[in-house]
């Protein structure tokens, strides 16, 4: 089993930053992949940003330039900073870890609320 906890959400002023963290416990030795993904009212969840065991990263169309992912394999932790933040960035955040390849197991965690209002 793994858990999964997001911190750092909260209010954002559109144009500026906010950063969140993502730290996996548990059996944490098979995650390959960590992510972001996001969820706003009436929409379905989308994805963010995830980023591999090596470093390789992909991102949502909606983020490219402005959030950049980041991982310490050490501490099994994420991070997400995101800069020039949009009212439309307004959704729960989600973060993940995929275990195993050849089957893999899907943790999310339970979700941190981000803002981005004047």
């Known amino acids: 089993q793994v858990q999964i906890v997001e911190s750092g959400g909260g209010l954002g002023q559109p144009g500026g930053s906010l950063r969140l963290s993502c730290t996996a416990s548990g059996t944490t030795s098979g995650i390959y992949i960590m992510g972001w993904y996001r969820q706003a009212p009436g929409e379905q969840r989308e994805l963010v940003a995830i980023?591999?065991?090596?470093?390789?990263?992909n991102y949502g169309d909606s983020v490219k330039g402005r959030f950049t992912i980041s991982g310490d394999n050490t501490k099994k932790t994420v991070y997400l900073q995101m800069n020039i933040l949009k009212p439309e960035d307004t959704a729960v955040y989600y973060c993940?870890?995929?275990?195993?390849?050849?089957?893999?197991?899907?943790?999310w965690g339970e979700g941190t609320l981000v803002t981005v209002s004047p």
């Open positions: 980023i591999t065991t090596g470093s390789l990263t």
């Open positions: 993940n870890a995929v275990v195993g390849i050849t089957r893999p197991l899907i943790y």
